[in-house]
């Protein structure tokens, strides 16, 4: 049990090789989360852990859900869907696609993902909407906003969030659950905080204005190495990998657009 404000260094957890390894790291996460919560005086049952899988192989997978896990993150819908058809045995294992989503990958997203975090044009909407009619299946979305303003993110400015939400209830295939941001990748803890406390700031706007009559109460936000300042905030939903299954060998530029400072 920690109270330390500061995040452990993602990048410095051991790959996580058996289930008890694994569930020792969700205890360890879980306990952070728990610290975070109490601090701010929320109630741990508020914030939903998310693990993230990406580049995480199906054979750890296994070991996740003998750990317990029944809800997986994934940056690439094409990664997500091998893992997803190579594991036909977990059945109950839902998948979250959490990375951009071009148009036409629309289709496969509507065909296994539980959840889509990363909701940034209608085209994609109408898409998903279109092809969710057709599985008979309905999608938990999250709107992604760009909290940072660095032109490398994808996501909605934050001003443009209302008008764009307000055109949700047109795709009653969506579920719409809240906002969803990346903060700046930085050392600087109060200049993260700064992207949290906007996101937070931004759905209180969206609450007062009733916006469409959607509900946009969930805020997905905090990853490995923010995600306690992303709760202190008011996280409901953190992103967490590495300190869970361990350090990523693949740099995150493959996951994020290349101009990303942290690369
Ligand atoms: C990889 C990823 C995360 C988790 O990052 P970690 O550093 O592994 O905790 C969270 N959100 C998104 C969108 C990601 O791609």
């Known amino acids: 049990m920690t109270d330390a404000s500061v995040p452990s260094d993602p990048h410095a957890t051991p790959a996580a090789a058996s289930p008890e390894a694994i569930g020792h790291n969700l205890d360890s996460v879980r306990g952070r989360i728990a610290a975070a919560c109490r601090r701010v005086g929320r109630d741990p049952g508020e914030v939903r852990l998310l693990p993230v899988s990406k580049t995480v192989s199906e054979e750890r997978i296994r070991m996740a859900y003998a750990a317990g896990c029944r809800y997986l993150g994934e940056n690439k819908v094409q990664e997500a869907l091998r893992k997803h058809d190579a594991l036909p045995e977990l059945d109950d294992l839902k998948w979250s696609i959490i990375g951009h989503l071009q148009t036409n990958k629309a289709k496969h997203v509507a065909r296994f993902a539980s959840e889509f975090q ?4 209608l085209r994609v909407a109408e898409a998903l909407d279109r092809r969710l009619e057709a599985e008979g299946r309905t999608l938990d979305v999250f709107v992604q906003v760009n909290s940072s303003g ?7 400015a934050p001003a443009d969030v209302p008008d764009f ?7 009653p295939r969506l579920r719409v659950l809240g906002l969803m941001t990346l903060a700046l ?7 993260v905080r700064a992207c949290f406390v906007r996101m937070r700031e931004l759905r209180e706007r969206l609450r ?34 590495q300190s869970i299954f361990g ?6 530029s493959y ?6 400072p942290r690369t």
């Open 118 to 121: 990363a909701l940034d044009s």
């Open 150 to 156: 660095e032109a490398s993110k994808f996501g909605l």
């Open 165 to 171: 939400v307000r055109e949700l209830p047109n795709y």
């Open 185 to 191: 990748f930085s050392s600087d803890t109060e200049r």
């Open 208 to 241: 007062d204005a009733a916006v469409g009559g959607v509900s946009v109460e969930g805020l997905s936000m905090g990853m490995s190495g923010d995600y306690e300042v992303a709760i202190e905030e008011g996280a409901t939903v953190v992103r967490v990998g």
């Open 247 to 252: 350090a990523r060998s693949l740099p995150d």
């Open 255 to 260: 996951y994020w657009p290349a101009d990303d």
